[in-house]
């Protein structure tokens, strides 16, 4: 009786390392799968940037200035 119950114990405590390891296993993939939605979300913040720097850029060379003496 005794060496059943030793063997149910074990079983027990095989479960008990699974189920954790399968939590461990599901808030690990979590985080990394926020990780890499921020570094989307921040790639593509610095690319909308990098877009209007250029866009100014551009609308800066198209404009012409005339300096004179005249004006302050």
Do not use: H, N, W
């Not at 059943?4 to 008990?16: K, N, P, V, Y």
């Not at 790639?43 to 005249?70: C, N, P, W």
């Amino acid at each position: 009786m005794a060496r059943i119950a030793r063997e149910a114990q074990r079983g027990s405590a095989l479960l008990d390392v699974l189920v954790a390891l399968l939590i461990a296993s599901t808030a690990l993939l979590s985080v990394l799968g926020g990780v890499a939605l921020a570094a989307r979300a921040c790639r593509e913040g610095e690319r909308r940037t990098l877009a209007l720097i250029a866009a100014r850029s551009e609308d800066a060379r198209k404009q012409t200035v005339t300096y004179s003496a005249e004006t302050p």
